[in-house]
């Protein structure tokens, strides 16, 4: 028994060996081959990390840099690739602040063996060292989003071997064509985003293999370059935002052409899109807006069934939309014809893009009705024309997908459309100053549950506004201000926790101040002005909340009573430090109030980029306004005693209206600590003592308005009083040291006929709105008041169509 259980035994653990031998093989052979990092390039890798000033260990990255130390494996770290010898051949790093210049000596150049090289937004400035001229091994080089400069050395030209290289958004000028004639074997070559300069390469006939070509927003100028089109391999190109001239002249296009993707945006070419464009047929996106075409609508462009995405937005074509032969199989799933001078109606052949997904045709002169094969759209802008009614639909609309319905600035009148009711994916709808009727029904609640964004401001609705908030949890923005409404603000407001913007100004609402609107703790504009909001602002046992509140008008309405010297202690917004300095692409939250497009943030926006205020009375269409801009107007109600200490506290404010009330005793001297102060008015109250000699220290403060109450002693020395119309400061007859503004003795004594000479228009003397985008140096890239929220379906390639030059314009009727 004991030698056959020996024998079973050993046969048993030969058997796991030969297992374990057969198991090892098909490991070897499955697993990858390991490399063990060479100790020069080792080295050099730990040298260049240690040629940066931070500590990279420490930085919230993508990348663990800890593993970068003498007691690991390099060709194991994170962005390292080695060959079988050992050698580094790629270097792979996105967004690591290394916040430093590249040096002519650079560890980085001793590797020698490197086909890849990417240093992708990785903070680094100043020049590019010749010395990447001895990596002549890369095939890859992208040093995109960086903030490099100067010019780029001619030593790249010795990196013969470069099949892709993006230099692209960073700060290179200079010019273009002596670094780069020699790259031959490149596939991809990216600098759009910097300065550089004139010419285009003179002859790119030798570059067989280019596929894609990319030199947007650059300072190129000179005639159309149609011997780019010459490349059959080309794929992509991207001559946008620069300063040739037309004709456009594709050339003798082959019908071989690859080409499928065609950006020529913001360009001079002032000349008719030619027919030859309908020879590329596999183009599936292309970008022609804002390059001064004109004429008929170029129907032969959307013969192209391959084509997916069509912008033509800011040109001048005019006449009727004529889609000619289009064939049912088109792609076409996103179509801009914004900003032109189209009239007549929207052709019924539309209903052939079936797989079309969003349609803008904003800004332009089209009338009739909206054809009913539309409702089926993602998304549909049709604002700023002369559409009227509405066809029946053609789809089922619950089941449909419509996200976006732009319809605002029409002719549309009679009541609430209800097919809107049956959207049940809206999340943006529009359908301000136009003429619409009745009352708004309760059936909008059907989508409140995914609305973001409701704008009904200036039509005729009438009527209570229905309680059909309870599911509004994500309503970021609500503007029914400039209709007829009455009654009370529904309570069930309360739920729309995400609420930014609240504006109900020129209806007719009666009913206290909605204090429970202090529990939204994201509401930043308030405006209540022109209703019959009656009684006190403050009442006891009441929290005061609106801690995040950065706008609020209550003006022209009948609110009473006093304020405690601590009401404004909880406004911690406000009482912050801000700077109106502009930040280009901040897509930080903002406000509407207006006819704006919320999406197109990062775009030339195809609304109204100007602004024209009216004065007298007439209420002022918002525009642009600094995202940081703060203000508080409680005009023309009828508070009263003291005006609370605790405003002083508000020191990001930047405009303070309290006039036409009947405020008593001393200004607050707490006002001084406002530094951020532009605007102030607290003309027709009743306020005695002087005025705050350190008001005339406030550096900011350019308009302000002290006239009409019983103010006494001198006029503070300082410059911004000096600056003042006399009108300011009438009506205070012990109100002294006026000479060097009026330019006379004893100025305050006006008689009536001076003082009407003196006093300008009431309504013109301070306008919050007015004075918000009067700001300086903050309205360049200020903010829209309005919420914007971010595409969520725009493809990659709408960000580098779509990032436009700001072109803001602001103009005043005056």
Same mark, same amino acid.
């Given at each position: 028994?004991?030698?056959?259980?020996?024998?079973?035994?050993?046969?048993?653990?030969? +058997?796991?060996?030969?297992?374990? $031998?057969?198991?090892?093989?098909?490991?070897?052979?499955?697993?990858?081959?390991?490399?063990?990092?060479?100790?020069?390039?080792?080295?050099?890798?730990?040298?260049?990390?240690?040629? @940066?000033?931070?500590?990279?260990?420490?930085?919230?990255?993508?990348?663990?840099?800890?593993?970068?130390?003498?007691?690991?494996?390099?060709?194991?770290?994170?962005?390292?690739?080695?060959?079988?010898?050992?050698?580094?051949?790629?270097?792979?790093?996105?967004?690591?602040?290394?916040?430093?210049?590249?040096?002519?000596?650079?560890?980085?150049?001793?590797?020698?063996?490197?086909?890849?090289?990417?240093?992708?937004?990785?903070?680094?400035?100043?020049?590019?060292?010749?010395?990447?001229?001895?990596?002549?091994?890369?095939?890859?080089?992208?040093?995109?989003?960086?903030?490099?400069?100067?010019?780029?050395?001619?030593?790249?030209?010795?990196?013969?071997?470069?099949?892709? $290289?993006?230099?692209?958004?960073?700060?290179?000028?200079?010019?273009?064509?002596?670094?780069?004639?020699?790259?031959?074997?490149?596939?991809?070559?990216?600098?759009?985003?910097?300065?550089?300069?004139?010419?285009?390469?003179?002859?790119?006939?030798? %570059?067989?293999?280019?596929?894609?070509?990319?030199?947007?927003?650059?300072? @190129?100028?000179?005639?159309?370059?149609?011997?780019?089109?010459?490349?059959?391999?080309?794929?992509?190109?991207?001559?946008?935002?620069?300063?040739?001239?037309?004709?456009?002249?594709?050339?003798?296009?082959?019908?071989?052409?690859?080409?499928?993707?065609?950006?020529?945006?913001?360009?001079?070419?002032?000349?008719?899109?030619?027919?030859?464009?309908?020879?590329?047929?596999?183009?599936?996106?292309?970008?022609?807006?804002?390059?001064?075409?004109?004429?008929?609508?170029? +129907?032969?462009?959307?013969?192209?069934?391959?084509?997916?995405?069509?912008?033509?937005?800011?040109?001048?074509?005019?006449?009727?939309?004529?889609?000619?032969?289009?064939?049912?199989?088109?792609?076409?799933?996103?179509?801009?014809?914004?900003?032109?001078?189209?009239?007549?109606?929207?052709?019924?052949?539309?209903?052939? %893009?079936?797989?079309?997904?969003?349609?803008?045709?904003?800004?332009?002169?089209?009338?009739?009705?909206?054809?009913?094969?539309?409702?089926?759209?993602?998304?549909?802008?049709?604002?700023?024309?002369?559409?009227?009614?509405?066809?029946? =639909?053609?789809?089922?609309?619950?089941?449909?997908?419509?996200?976006?319905?732009?319809?605002?600035?029409?002719?549309?009148?009679?009541?609430?459309?209800?097919?809107?009711?049956?959207?049940?994916?809206?999340?943006?709808?529009?359908?301000?100053?136009?003429?619409?009727? #009745?009352?708004?029904?309760?059936?909008?609640?059907?989508?409140?549950?995914? $609305?973001?964004?409701?704008?009904?401001?200036?039509?005729?609705?009438?009527?209570?506004?229905?309680?059909?908030?309870?599911?509004?949890?994500?309503?970021?923005?609500?503007?029914?201000?400039?209709?007829?409404?009455?009654?009370?603000?529904?309570?069930?407001?309360?739920?729309?926790?995400?609420?930014?913007?609240?504006?109900?100004?020129?209806?007719?609402?009666?009913?206290?101040?909605?204090?429970?609107? #202090?529990?939204?703790?994201?509401?930043?504009?308030?405006?209540?002005?022109?209703?019959?909001?009656?009684? =006190?602002?403050?009442?006891?046992?009441?929290?005061?909340?609106?801690?995040?509140?950065?706008?609020?008008?209550?003006?022209?309405?009948?609110?009473?009573? +006093?304020?405690? +010297?601590?009401?404004?202690?909880?406004?911690?917004?406000?009482?912050?430090?801000?700077?109106?300095?502009?930040? @280009?692409?901040?897509?930080?939250?903002?406000?509407?109030? #207006?006819?704006?497009?919320?999406?197109?943030?990062?775009?030339?926006?195809?609304?109204?980029?100007?602004?024209?205020?009216?004065?007298?009375?007439?209420?002022?269409?918002?525009?642009?306004?600094?995202?940081? %801009?703060?203000?508080?107007?409680?005009?023309?109600?009828?508070?009263?005693?003291?005006?609370?200490?605790?405003?002083?506290?508000?020191?990001?404010?930047?405009?303070?209206?309290?006039?036409?009330?009947?405020?008593?005793?001393?200004?607050?001297?707490?006002?001084?600590?406002?530094?951020?102060?532009?605007?102030?008015?607290?003309?027709?109250?009743?306020?005695?003592?002087?005025?705050?000699?350190?008001?005339?220290?406030?550096?900011?403060?350019?308009?302000?308005?002290?006239?009409?109450?019983?103010?006494?002693?001198?006029?503070?020395?300082?410059?911004?009083?000096?600056?003042?119309?006399?009108?300011?400061?009438?009506?205070?007859?012990?109100?002294?040291?006026?000479?060097?503004?009026?330019?006379?003795?004893?100025?305050?004594?006006?008689?009536?006929?001076?003082?009407?000479?003196?006093?300008?228009?009431?309504?013109?003397?301070?306008?919050?709105?007015?004075?918000?985008?009067?700001?300086?140096?903050?309205?360049?890239?200020?903010?829209?008041?309005?919420?914007?929220?971010?595409?969520?379906?725009?493809?990659?390639?709408?960000?580098?169509?779509?990032?436009?030059?700001?072109?803001?314009?602001?103009?005043?009727?005056?």
């Amino acid at each position: 028994m004991i030698p056959s259980q020996s024998y079973s035994f050993s046969g048993i653990v030969v +058997t796991l060996y030969f297992c374990f $031998l057969f198991s090892f093989f098909l490991h070897t052979l499955a697993s990858p081959k390991v490399h063990y990092c060479r100790h020069d390039q080792r080295n050099a890798l730990l040298e260049f990390k240690h040629e @940066f000033p931070m500590n990279l260990e420490g930085i919230d990255s993508v990348y663990d840099m800890s593993a970068w130390n003498k007691s690991s494996d390099c060709c194991s770290w994170e962005t390292v690739e080695c060959d079988a010898k050992g050698q580094v051949i790629s270097l792979e790093i996105y967004f690591m602040p290394l916040n430093n210049s590249l040096k002519p000596n650079s560890a980085l150049f001793k590797l020698q063996y490197l086909q890849s090289l990417t240093l992708f937004s990785c903070n680094l400035y100043g020049e590019i060292p010749s010395s990447f001229g001895n990596l002549s091994h890369l095939t890859k080089l992208d040093l995109s989003y960086n903030e490099l400069v100067g010019q780029v050395p001619a030593s790249i030209g010795n990196l013969t071997q470069l099949r892709y $290289l993006s230099l692209y958004a960073n700060n290179f000028s200079g010019k273009f064509s002596v670094s780069f004639a020699n790259l031959t074997k490149l596939s991809t070559l990216s600098v759009a985003y910097n300065y550089f300069e004139p010419e285009l390469l003179p002859d790119m006939s030798r %570059f067989h293999n280019l596929e894609e070509f990319d030199v947007g927003e650059n300072s @190129f100028f000179g005639p159309f370059p149609t011997y780019l089109f010459t490349i059959p391999s080309l794929r992509w190109i991207d001559l946008g935002g620069n300063d040739f001239k037309g004709p456009i002249d594709f050339g003798n296009i082959s019908l071989s052409s690859r080409l499928q993707i065609l950006r020529l945006a913001h360009n001079k070419l002032n000349c008719p899109i030619p027919k030859s464009i309908s020879k590329f047929l596999n183009l599936k996106k292309v970008d022609l807006s804002n390059i001064s075409s004109f004429g008929p609508f170029p +129907t032969s462009l959307l013969t192209i069934p391959s084509l997916q995405w069509v912008n033509l937005a800011g040109n001048q074509f005019k006449g009727p939309i004529h889609f000619g032969n289009t064939s049912s199989l088109s792609s076409l799933s996103i179509l801009d014809l914004s900003r032109n001078k189209f009239d007549g109606p929207i052709p019924e052949s539309i209903s052939k %893009f079936l797989n079309l997904r969003e349609l803008d045709l904003s800004n332009n002169k089209l009338e009739g009705k909206v054809p009913g094969c539309l409702w089926r759209l993602e998304t549909l802008k049709l604002s700023h024309n002369s559409f009227s009614r509405f066809g029946k =639909p053609t789809a089922v609309l619950h089941q449909t997908q419509m996200v976006e319905l732009h319809l605002d600035s029409n002719s549309f009148c009679g009541p609430f459309p209800r097919p809107i009711c049956k959207l049940r994916s809206l999340e943006f709808l529009d359908l301000s100053h136009n003429s619409f009727n #009745g009352s708004i029904p309760s059936c909008l609640r059907n989508f409140t549950k995914s $609305l973001q964004v409701l704008n009904l401001r200036n039509n005729n609705f009438g009527g209570i506004l229905p309680n059909m908030f309870v599911n509004a949890t994500y309503l970021h923005a609500l503007d029914i201000s400039h209709n007829r409404l009455e009654g009370k603000l529904p309570k069930s407001l309360i739920n729309c926790k995400e609420m930014k913007l609240l504006n109900v100004a020129g209806n007719k609402f009666k009913d206290k101040f909605p204090s429970w609107l #202090g529990s939204l703790l994201r509401l930043n504009v308030l405006i209540l002005k022109s209703n019959q909001f009656y009684g =006190p602002l403050y009442r006891r046992h009441t929290s005061i909340g609106f801690q995040m509140l950065q706008v609020i008008d209550v003006s022209h309405n009948d609110f009473s009573g +006093t304020f405690p +010297t601590f009401y404004f202690s909880n406004w911690s917004k406000m009482s912050q430090m801000t700077t109106l300095i502009p930040k @280009f692409g901040d897509t930080y939250m903002q406000f509407y109030i #207006g006819m704006n497009d919320f999406r197109k943030f990062l775009t030339d926006s195809p609304y109204r980029n100007s602004m024209e205020m009216v004065h007298k009375g007439v209420d002022t269409e918002f525009e642009k306004i600094p995202k940081d %801009f703060m203000a508080i107007d409680l005009s023309k109600n009828r508070f009263c005693g003291k005006i609370p200490e605790s405003i002083g506290l508000l020191k990001g404010l930047h405009l303070l209206n309290l006039s036409s009330n009947a405020f008593t005793i001393n200004i607050p001297l707490s006002l001084a600590n406002l530094t951020a102060l532009e605007t102030l008015d607290l003309s027709r109250n009743q306020l005695s003592g002087q005025i705050p000699p350190d008001l005339g220290i406030l550096s900011f403060l350019s308009t302000m308005d002290f006239s009409h109450n019983n103010l006494e002693g001198p006029v503070p020395r300082g410059t911004q009083f000096q600056r003042q119309n006399c009108s300011s400061f009438m009506d205070n007859p012990k109100l002294y040291g006026l000479e060097e503004i009026c330019g006379k003795t004893n100025v305050p004594n006006f008689t009536p006929q001076e003082s009407e000479e003196l006093s300008e228009p009431e309504e013109q003397v301070i306008n919050w709105i007015a004075a918000a985008i009067a700001y300086g140096p903050g309205v360049f890239c200020g903010l829209v008041i309005g919420y914007i929220f971010v595409s969520h379906k725009q493809e990659w390639f709408v960000e580098k169509f779509s990032r436009n030059k700001p072109r803001i314009i602001i103009r005043s009727a005056r």
